[in-house]
């Protein structure tokens, strides 16, 4: 058997220790050897190895063809991916292990399929082993089902007793298993087949929200590895530029391949959804690894920030119009009108920011004709001016039934429909001197009526969906809630505060229609107070607080001028989009 981990990687333990207990030879790989994959190859084969077991990344850079004397490949500590393996089990046969090393390097593996392809999903990292037990449980140690993800636990004889001189990490890690005994947290998510195999689901830490949706970069480097050109991926999130975080995909060629950008965001828009296509794909000569070859996401480069145009200059006043705003969207210094927008780093999110500047500019475009034309030569050619009848949005009414999107189900079914009221997001502002309390109450009013979800109603029967009634049916006065705090000093005001906000967050009511609660804490007359917004996360997300506090001040401003709330019409219902999403499911 080859022995190539490095004796400070747990996986020398299966080398040495595995290979010897069954009575077996080591071929041990010199420092050379293990960083020339020809030199390995060549020492595979004059030594004879028939099994070895290494890390992806090192069958990623040797050729079956040079190694024809192994008949057992094992793999461990990083995602296989579908298109590697489908490279070497014609060869030989492939297991997938998984294992921390607080439970002895290996707690499940299996076979991967002779005949899986490169586009298949990855495979699985199998069964659990003998006197291993594995659980995969939600955030109250209760057994997720068939199908769902949830976080990896290991139980057996071959537990560690924990961290040498660390009790405080020891009693975070090793906890009380619901079944007797001890078993470790692996902060790993898997989820369980109907056959009984295990799914890798990427890591607990690394999975992020981008735009209020949580995504887990494994699913996107699946799909980008399944291109044939691509022998690794790597996908990050990135925030080069404070408030700005954007998903990055390091793509490294396959043997003999080069990497063609525009197929692979082709690839990934049409598997994957919109919030998971990353916003920029950067091609490498090889992945960063560290001293025990696992990726180091840390030395992965920063993506060369885009300067702009690399086309023609605008040639009308709409172009330049559109050229200017896609400039400011995307933070950068110029755009030329045959730009695209997704190229330079664009997103659905900034789509709708550029929709919403635009109609500010006297131009109406949709997020659709964005997407579907992308430069601004292209917009150009379809906008229509502000009041000249051109029609927003498809045209569909937000009010009605609205099927819930496949976020809104995963969030629902992640906490349950009895504490979804308890899920929110929040913003607090600082409110003008001399705020009107009647004001606004009006300008939330105006809030409400304009964007359509404030208004929604869950019901929970047979098929879960939204109702959103018609604009002025629903009263927000109880909604707004004036708390005095003049005179009061910090610790005072902070408890105050803390005691407010819970309340407001325990009035929320999304069964009864009660999505949104607006508190103002008044400092009196002559000072500056806060506002406390808090809506249920069901129907904002982070993103969505650049609307409606702009919103909210647009409308107070107008009304207290005795003008009416003057908020532009939302371009596209959330109703339109929310129905077309679900007609493409």
């Given at each position: 058997?080859?022995?190539?981990?490095?004796?400070?990687?747990?996986?020398?333990?299966?080398?040495?220790?595995?290979?010897?207990?069954?009575?077996?030879?080591?071929?041990?790989?010199?420092?050379?050897?293990?960083?020339?994959?020809?030199?390995?190859?060549?020492?595979?084969?004059?030594?004879?190895?028939?099994?070895?077991?290494?890390?992806?990344?090192?069958?990623?850079?040797?050729?079956?063809?040079?190694?024809?004397?192994?008949?057992?490949w094992i793999v461990g500590a990083?995602?296989?991916?579908?298109?590697?393996?489908?490279?070497?089990?014609?060869?030989?046969?492939?297991?997938?292990?998984?294992?921390?090393?607080?439970?002895?390097?290996?707690?499940?593996?299996?076979?991967?399929?002779?005949?899986?392809?490169?586009?298949?999903?990855?495979?699985?990292?199998?069964?659990?082993?003998?006197?291993?037990?594995?659980?995969?449980?939600?955030?109250?140690?209760?057994?997720?089902?068939?199908?769902?993800?949830?976080?990896?636990?290991?139980?057996?004889?071959?537990?560690?007793?924990?961290?040498?001189?660390?009790?405080?990490?020891?009693?975070?890690?090793?906890?009380?298993?619901?079944?007797?005994?001890?078993?470790?947290?692996?902060?790993?998510?898997?989820?369980?087949?109907?056959?009984?195999?295990?799914?890798?689901?990427?890591?607990?830490?690394?999975?992020?929200?981008?735009?209020?949706?949580?995504?887990?970069?494994?699913?996107?480097?699946?799909?980008?590895?399944?291109?044939?050109?691509?022998?690794?991926?790597?996908?990050?999130?990135?925030?080069?530029?404070?408030?700005?975080?954007?998903?990055?995909?390091?793509?490294?060629?396959?043997?003999?391949?080069?990497?063609?950008?525009?197929?692979?965001?082709?690839?990934?828009?049409?598997?994957?959804?919109?919030?998971?296509?990353?916003?920029?794909?950067?091609?490498?000569?090889?992945?960063?690894?560290?001293?025990?070859?696992?990726?180091?996401?840390?030395?992965?480069?920063?993506?060369?920030?885009?300067?702009?145009?690399?086309?023609?200059?605008?040639?009308?006043?709409?172009?330049?119009?559109?050229?200017?705003?896609?400039?400011?969207?995307?933070?950068?210094?110029?755009?030329?009108?045959?730009?695209?927008?997704?190229?330079?780093?664009?997103?659905?999110?900034?789509?709708?920011?550029?929709?919403?500047?635009?109609?500010?500019?006297?131009?109406?475009?949709?997020?659709?004709?964005?997407?579907?034309?992308?430069?601004?030569?292209?917009?150009?050619?379809?906008?229509?001016?502000?009041?000249?009848?051109?029609?927003?949005?498809?045209?569909?009414?937000?009010?009605?039934?609205?099927?819930?999107?496949?976020?809104?189900?995963?969030?629902?079914?992640?906490?349950?429909?009895?504490?979804?009221?308890?899920?929110?997001?929040?913003?607090?502002?600082?409110?003008?001197?001399?705020?009107?309390?009647?004001?606004?109450?009006?300008?939330?009013?105006?809030?409400?009526?304009?964007?359509?979800?404030?208004?929604?109603?869950?019901?929970?029967?047979?098929?879960?969906?939204?109702?959103?009634?018609?604009?002025?049916?629903?009263?927000?006065?109880?909604?707004?809630?004036?708390?005095?705090?003049?005179?009061?000093?910090?610790?005072?005001?902070?408890?105050?505060?803390?005691?407010?906000?819970?309340?407001a967050v325990h009035r929320l009511?999304?069964?009864?229609?009660?999505?949104?609660?607006?508190?103002?804490?008044?400092?009196?007359?002559?000072?500056?107070?806060?506002?406390?917004?808090?809506?249920?996360?069901?129907?904002?997300?982070?993103?969505?607080?650049?609307?409606?506090?702009?919103?909210?001040a647009e409308a107070y401003a107008?009304?207290?001028?005795?003008?009416?709330?003057?908020?532009?019409?939302?371009?596209?219902?959330?109703?339109?989009?929310?129905?077309?999403?679900?007609?493409?499911?």
């Amino acid at each position: 058997a080859l022995q190539f981990a490095s004796f400070s990687f747990d996986a020398a333990v299966l080398d040495v220790a595995v290979t010897l207990a069954a009575g077996g030879t080591l071929a041990i790989a010199s420092s050379e050897e293990r960083t020339e994959p020809e030199a390995l190859a060549e020492m595979i084969r004059t030594t004879g190895v028939e099994v070895a077991s290494v890390v992806p990344s090192l069958l990623g850079v040797l050729d079956p063809e040079s190694v024809p004397g192994v008949r057992q490949w094992i793999v461990g500590a990083e995602r296989v991916t579908a298109n590697l393996a489908s490279r070497w089990t014609p060869h030989a046969q492939v297991w997938n292990a998984y294992g921390p090393t607080e439970a002895t390097v290996i707690c499940s593996t299996g076979p991967i399929a002779p005949a899986i392809t490169a586009d298949d999903l990855p495979p699985s990292i199998g069964a659990p082993i003998g006197n291993a037990q594995v659980y995969v449980l939600d955030g109250f140690l209760q057994p997720v089902p068939v199908g769902v993800t949830g976080e990896l636990y290991v139980a057996g004889t071959g537990l560690a007793r924990g961290y040498v001189g660390r009790p405080d990490l020891t009693a975070e890690r090793f906890v009380a298993c619901p079944y007797g005994g001890r078993m470790y947290r692996s902060g790993d998510l898997a989820r369980w087949t109907a056959d009984g195999q295990l799914l890798f689901a990427g890591r607990a830490d690394e999975q992020v929200k981008i735009r209020g949706f949580r995504v887990e970069p494994g699913e996107i480097e699946a799909v980008l590895a399944s291109h044939e050109t691509v022998g690794q991926a790597a996908v990050v999130v990135r925030e080069d530029q404070p408030g700005s975080r954007r998903l990055v995909a390091y793509v490294v060629p396959a043997a003999d391949s080069e990497i063609d950008v525009d197929a692979l965001r082709e690839l990934a828009g049409v598997r994957l959804p919109e919030y998971m296509v990353p916003s920029v794909i950067v091609p490498l000569d090889a992945l960063p690894l560290t001293a025990n070859d696992k990726l180091d996401r840390a030395a992965l480069p920063v993506p060369e920030t885009p300067e702009g145009t690399r086309g023609r200059d605008a040639e009308t006043p709409v172009e330049e119009t559109l050229c200017a705003l896609f400039a400011e969207a995307l933070g950068v210094e110029r755009v030329g009108a045959d730009d695209s927008f997704f190229e330079l780093g664009g997103d659905s999110i900034m789509s709708m920011l550029l929709v919403s500047s635009a109609r500010r500019a006297g131009l109406v475009i949709t997020a659709r004709q964005v997407f579907e034309r992308q430069t601004p030569a292209g917009l150009a050619a379809v906008a229509g001016a502000v009041g000249d009848g051109v029609p927003v949005g498809g045209g569909e009414s937000g009010v009605g039934e609205i099927p819930l999107t496949p976020v809104m189900h995963q969030l629902i079914e992640r906490v349950g429909p009895d504490l979804i009221n308890q899920v929110t997001q929040s913003s607090l502002v600082v409110s003008p001197v001399g705020l009107d309390f009647a004001v606004l109450t009006r300008a939330v009013q105006a809030l409400v009526d304009h964007h359509d979800v404030l208004r929604a109603r869950l019901e929970n029967g047979d098929v879960r969906q939204l109702v959103v009634p018609a604009a002025g049916s629903v009263p927000v006065d109880p909604w707004v809630r004036r708390v005095d705090v003049g005179g009061l000093d910090g610790q005072a005001l902070r408890q105050l505060f803390v005691e407010e906000s819970r309340a407001a967050v325990h009035r929320l009511d999304p069964e009864g229609g009660v999505m949104l609660q607006v508190v103002w804490f008044d400092a009196g007359p002559d000072a500056q107070g806060r506002l406390f917004l808090v809506v249920d996360h069901l129907v904002v997300d982070g993103v969505s607080w650049r609307a409606l506090v702009p919103d909210l001040a647009e409308a107070y401003a107008g009304l207290a001028a005795g003008r009416d709330a003057g908020l532009q019409a939302v371009p596209t219902s959330f109703r339109h989009w929310a129905r077309g999403l679900a007609g493409q499911a």
